[in-house]
Every structure is written in C-alpha cells, then in structure tokens.
C-alpha cells in the first residue's frame, strides 16, 4: 500500500471536515446561533444523544435537552468536575465528557451519551476541532463586529467611544442579570420574589429611575393593578395604570410625551399588563428601550413558567394528598426500569392498600376520610428513603417504586416501616382512627413494563387482603400484611377481575340466588330459624359460593345494590313461611361495609316494610371484624341497625386461639358495650370440642353459654358436623346450632319440609333467638361484675 495515498486520503477527509464544519458555523446570524449549531455538528460527528455548549451552568445551545425544563443543575455540576453523569427528561441518566472551547473563558462543550459507552479518541480530537473553530468564528466575528464598529464611530471621538463602552457595558449587564434571572426563574424561585426582582433589576440598569410592574389580576375580572414598584418617589398608580392601558398589542411606548415608557408582558400570546418607566418626559435611548423590552420579557417567562408549573402540577400531582398521581408514577416507573437495564440496580413496587378506611368513610363521613388520606400520606413520607418514588393511585391505595441492587429486600424493609407507621392509631374530628395497610410486592423481571409491574402488585396485595380477613385476624387494629407476587398470585388475580367485571352485570342480570340453612333447638331438633346464603350461578364457572366472589364484591360499585337484593329476598319468604311457622325466625349476614353502613337501618326498614315482615323475626349477622373500628362509631350503628326491630348477633365471636381451645378474637368486654342481642361461637371452637384438647373448648364454651345466660344473650353454636358435638354443647348450655350434621343449604322450595324435621334429645330449654325476648338492660356496675368473674 502507498502510505502518500493513505496520508493523502486522511488530508482529504480532515479537509472535507474543515469545510463542513465551517460552513455550518459561517452561516449562522448570530453568536447563539453558532453555539447552537456547534452542538448539532458535534452530535452528528460523534453519535451523541445531548450534546451542550455551556458557559457554568447556563446553556448557550445544545441538542438533546428536551422543550421545557433544561437540566441547568447537572449540566454545572458536569462542567464543574470535568465529567461525570446527569439526568435528562425523557432520557435518564447520561454520562458525558467536557470539552474546553479555546479563546472563550468558560465556555465548555458537554457530550454525552445513555449507552454508557465512552467516547472514542477520535471522536474526541473531532470535539476538540469543532470547539477551536468555534472559538475562532466568535473571535473573528468579534473583530468584525468591532472592526465595523470603529469605522462607523470614526470622527466622532473620545467621547463617543466612552458612551459606547458605557453601552457595551450595559448590555453586559443586562445580560449576566437575565443569566441570574433565568436562573431564579429554573429554581422555581417564589413568583412574587421574581416579579420585585424585575422591577429592581430593570430601576438599576435604568438610572435607578422609578419602574413599576402592573398585570392583570384574575380575580377582580382582570383589572389592572401594581403588583411591584421601586424608586424613590414610586410612579403613582394611575399614571402607571394608564401607561399600561396605552400600549397596542406587544409594543414598547418609549415616552417623551409627557407619559412614561412602558413595554408589554404577555402569557401565551395574551398581553395581561405592562413594565413602566418613569422618564420624566424624556425619550428613551436604544439602551434603555432595549432594557426595558428585554425585562419585560422576563416577567413574561416568569409568569408563563409559573402558569405552566402549575398546570403541570395539577396534571401530575393529586390534590388532596400532595403526592404524584397514577400518570406520573408510571412514567417514574418506565424510567426507572430503563434506567435498572443499564446501571445493574433492580426496581421493585409496593402496592399500599389501606385496611379499616372504607369503615372511616362510612362511619365519620368523607371530610374525616379526607383528613385520614393527608395523615397516611405524611407518614408514608416519612418512610421513604432519597431515592423512594411514592404516589396516591386512587381511593385509599398507594404505591412506592423501590430501587437498589436487592430491591426485593429494599422492598420489604420499607413496606414493614410502612406497616409500623400506619399502626399507630390517627386523631380525626377528636377520635382515634385506626387504620392499616395490606401491601403487595413484585419485583421487575425482565420484559415487564411499568403496567403490569403495577398490576402484579396489586395482584399481590389483593392476597395480602385476603390474608389479613383470616379468622382470628380481629384486633385493636388492623394487621399490616405484606405478601411478594408470585405466578399464582397473577392467575388467582385474572379470575378476580374476571369476577368483578361481571358482579355488576350479574345484578341486573339476576344471576344470584339465596339458599337457607336451618337453624336448630338442640333441646327437641325443631327448625326454629333459617340462615340466608347467597350463591351465585355464574354462567361459565356454575354454582360459587360466597368465597369465591364476596372479596371482590365488596369493592365493587355492585355491592350496595346486591345486599339490597339479598335483604329484600330474604324477608319476602320469611314472611310466607312464618304463615306456617309463626316463631321462625330469618338471620342474614352483614360485612363491615354493611354493618357501619349510614344507609344500612334505611335498607332494612324498607326490606321489613316491603315484605310485610315483623322485625323481630329478622336477625343481622354483624361480622366480629367491626370491632377494629372506633368503639363508639360502632356503638351508634349497630344502636340504629337495632332500632328497627331487628336483632343483632355477633359473628365468629369466639375461635380457636393459638393454644388449642384457647379463645382468642374480641374481648368479652367488648359485650359492656356492644348492642347486640346474641353471639355465634365460631365454627373452629366447636370442632375443637371433641378433639384433643375438648376439655378447654368445652370449658369455653360452657363460660360463654352462663354469660349469655346471664346478660339474655342467645348464643348459637356454628359447623356443628358430629354427633359427640351435639351431646356436647347441650351439656355446655348451647339451645342452638346449625351445621351439616343438623341440615345442609336448601333451596327456598325445600325450606318448608325442612321446618318439619327433627334430631335432638331434650336438654333444658335456655333463652334462644327463636321467639322474640324484651331486652333487659343490665346496670352497668353488674355487667363489669359479671365479666370480671366470668374471666
């Protein structure tokens, strides 16, 4: 090979760069222009996605930055330390290299890139060529400038030449303060602090002449007003006022009329006042009026920043909370998933759902639910670590986006500050509310982007929910449960969406039904009651029973319509069937939601009423998972559910606690307080009566059994499967029970053979909730009496 060829095709090629680099920068109108169009000819050369040319932290012109927020920040700290990496709307974190642009003092060219991938040599010589050219061009078009300049000025002398330094030196000023102003206005610096700094700012390079800022104010139907004066006597207010009410469209009146000089502000294209200068009738020079437009753009910018700050803010933020809405923490959520490709740290999402809120809402009204909502979100704050991304989706659930190198562990460190934050109990409207959080974790793998990331978590909090309702889950507060995402977590989620999507339609549809299980007298075996359950014959997955569907029904805008339907059902053949059986009473159950419910006693007079049916007959199954919520919310529900003629039994009120036999659920003072007329021993109590430990359950429920005795409770026994259970309980004291072994679900049309049936021997009969008792209310004094001796 010729090595003169070789050294003749390179000279070529640098040659041919020479020219092109050149004539891209020859042909620009203005020294701006010729940064800026250094920055494109660097990004071509090298295949840079952010290319800057910056002078500290101020951005002369650059490619790759994006419209609206110049990353000015990490651009400086760059610069400052020679290199390094800095975040980019739209593109994450970028590594780059600085570039010395010759003959400029601290003009520095920023090339970075996202792959990471550094720049080779060559490419860097071709950024250091670029930005000695660029060097060049500015100098000699410096000269130029000065050049023409001096022979224009000519003749004209000394003097001449020192007012025109003076007005070289005031655009200097002018622009180093719209460098600062630009600056404040980057920092998000308080919108009245800019408005008085534009005022001084344009007072001070004007002579220290009076200068007044008026603008539009919005809520006086636009009036004009002054919102900043300086100077020393300030202009008055009406010849302000008319200054600006004399300009046409976006002009700059200079005065020498015998009024001031003013120049327009604007926000999108709308004029909404004006900068004022007091000139006492002299006309402003170029300078002066170049000042004076050029501040008055500056107010422009900074009212249009702060209108498009809040618009953004709005769009982006959720108002009640303070927090980023859904939107935005997707966006994070995308960018922090790319951002975990290229430096190696993982990303992980917590999904919050709060327990016990929908109670709070029901109970104390949305203005208390409200106030519930900011709590939990300052304190989710305070469990955020620098880099912890948290955002309100909705409703009362939250999400965190987690990032670090083992972000399943980073994950669940913060999920259990999260939980041991929101168990301390809140103070709204003078109460101790108590809430808690069930939360779903799922971790990124790859191929998964931000939506199904979410919905993975969620997935995974609806199993942590559904954990958290597990019998013996009842205490002073709700349990904070957290639960990681897994495949079968997804697959359970699918088929639950599924459900709900079709819950609603399923109402109109009318595709639930009712079945009745009897309730029995264990002293002769008579059906003296029936128990409504609810079934639903979904059209692709047949027969479900209630816990298939009822955790996804509770959340469902369905639901208050289907326990409507239930409770209206439900009375309607009680009340035929009481045409052959007086006594026969009708229990249906209520969930949390229904129990603390303000529409609830509505609801259940107009079922009673509806149906014709005495309200003594209908018993309300009130779920022992109420007592989480305040005592005396629940006090005054049940008290309202109870004034209608109702009867009240509390649910599952005793089970089977860690020692087997043991009790274990709510405290039996919650019985000093509680409007109830009855309770039902929990089916897990009564399998425990002829297992291993029978002796303790037996005991138990033998105590419960004398207590309700004692304070007129009927106590029902429930999942009463065997024989030796029955024998049993009928020793213990239980009247009643219901279980397999005493009758299975019937449908309404086998209800009435079902009151004909019996299976037990004679035991003496105690009070039960067959026939309807007068209830005898209980001093006080003698219940704290009884409870304490009971134990």
Request: glycine share 10%; hydrophobic share 45%.
């Amino acid at each position: 090979m010729d090595v003169s060829e070789v050294v003749a095709g390179r000279l070529e090629q640098a040659g041919d760069l020479l020219e092109h680099v050149l004539a891209e920068l020859s042909g620009a109108g203005g020294e701006r222009e010729v940064l800026t169009r250094a920055a494109a000819v660097v990004a071509d050369l090298v295949d840079a996605d952010v290319v800057a040319v910056c002078e500290g932290g101020h951005v002369h012109g650059g490619v790759g930055l994006g419209q609206r927020f110049l990353p000015e920040r990490g651009l400086a700290r760059v610069v400052r330390d020679g290199g390094g990496t800095f975040a980019v709307p739209g593109l994450g974190r970028v590594r780059a290299v600085v570039v010395e642009v010759p003959d400029l003092a601290g003009v520095r060219v920023v090339v970075g890139r996202v792959d990471d991938v550094p720049v080779a040599p060559a490419h860097l010589r071709a950024v250091q060529l670029v930005a000695r050219l660029v060097g060049l061009v500015v100098l000699a078009r410096h000269g130029s400038e000065r050049e023409r300049r001096l022979r224009r000025q000519g003749a004209r002398g000394a003097a001449e030449r020192d007012r025109l330094q003076q007005a070289l030196a005031q655009r200097e000023q002018v622009l180093t303060t719209s460098v600062r102003f630009q600056r404040a206005v980057a920092g998000r610096r308080p919108l009245p602090e800019l408005l008085l700094r534009i005022a001084t700012s344009s007072s001070d390079l004007l002579g220290a002449r009076p200068v007044s800022l008026v603008l539009a104010d919005p809520r006086s139907q636009m009036r004009m007003r002054v919102v900043a004066a300086v100077g020393d006597p300030p202009i008055a207010p009406d010849r302000a006022l008319a200054a600006a009410g004399g300009l046409e469209g976006f002009g700059v009146v200079v005065g020498g009329d015998g009024g001031p000089a003013a120049a327009a502000v604007h926000i999108n294209g709308r004029v909404v006042g004006a900068l004022v200068v007091e000139t006492d009738g002299e006309v402003l020079d170029a300078v002066g009026a170049t000042v004076l437009r050029a501040f008055a753009e500056h107010a422009s910018t900074a009212l249009s920043h702060a209108d498009t700050v809040r618009v953004v803010e709005a769009a982006s933020t959720d108002p009640l909370t303070n927090l980023p809405n859904r939107a935005t923490l997707l966006r994070h959520l995308e960018v922090a998933l790319r951002a975990s490709a290229g430096d190696g740290m993982g990303a992980a999402v917590l999904f919050v759902d709060l327990d016990g809120f929908k109670a709070v809402n029901d109970s104390l009204g949305h203005a208390a639910g409200d106030e519930v909502l900011g709590r939990v979100a300052r304190r989710l704050r305070r469990c955020l670590r620098g880099d912890d991304f948290a955002a309100r989706l909705g409703g009362d659930e939250f999400a965190v986006v987690v990032r670090g190198h083992e972000p399943e562990r980073a994950a669940r460190r913060l999920a259990e500050r999260v939980c041991a934050e929101l168990a301390s109990p809140v103070q709204v409207h003078g109460r101790a509310v108590r809430v808690g959080a069930s939360i779903g974790l799922a971790v990124a793998t790859a191929g998964v982007g931000a939506a199904e990331l979410l919905r993975r978590a969620d997935s995974a909090m609806y199993r942590a929910k559904a954990q958290g309702r597990a019998p013996g889950a009842v205490g002073d507060a709700p349990p904070g449960v957290v639960v990681v995402f897994e495949p079968d977590v997804h697959e359970a989620d699918v088929l639950r969406r599924q459900l709900e999507s079709d819950l609603q339609r399923a109402v109109a549809e009318q595709e639930f039904e009712l079945v009745y299980q009897p309730l029995v007298r264990l002293s002769d075996g008579a059906v003296v009651g029936v128990e409504a359950l609810l079934r639903w014959r979904h059209r692709t997955r047949g027969l479900l029973e209630p816990g298939a569907f009822l955790g996804g029904a509770e959340r469902s805008p369905a639901v208050d319509s289907l326990w409507r339907w239930v409770l209206r059902t439900a009375c309607a053949r009680a009340a035929q069937w009481r045409l052959e059986a007086p006594q026969l009473s009708l229990t249906v159950n209520l969930s949390v939601q229904h129990a603390l419910s303000r529409s609830g006693p509505r609801d259940v007079l107009g079922a009673l009423t509806e149906a014709g049916l005495e309200p003594g007959a209908l018993v309300l199954d009130v779920p022992a998972q109420v007592l989480a919520a305040d005592p005396d919310v629940v006090a005054a529900r049940l008290a309202q559910l109870r004034a209608t003629g109702a009867r009240l039994v509390l649910d599952d009120f005793a089970a089977v606690g860690p020692a087997a036999g043991g009790l274990a659920g709510p405290s039996l003072a919650a019985l000093r307080w509680l409007p109830v007329d009855g309770l039902k021993l929990d089916r897990s109590l009564v399998a425990e009566l002829d297992g291993p430990e029978g002796a303790r359950a037996a005991a138990s429920v033998r105590t419960l059994c004398e207590l309700g005795a004692a304070l007129d409770l009927g106590v029902v026994a429930e999942g009463v499967e065997r024989t030796e259970q029955v024998r049993l309980l009928q020793e213990a004291g239980c009247s009643l029970a219901q279980g397999l072994l005493l009758g299975s679900p019937r449908t309404a049309t086998e209800v009435p053979a079902a009151l004909r049936e019996g299976a037990a021997g004679p035991v003496p009969q105690l009070p039960d909730l067959a026939v309807p008792v007068p209830v005898q209310v209980v001093p006080p004094r003698d219940v704290r009496r009884l409870l304490g001796r009971s134990g």
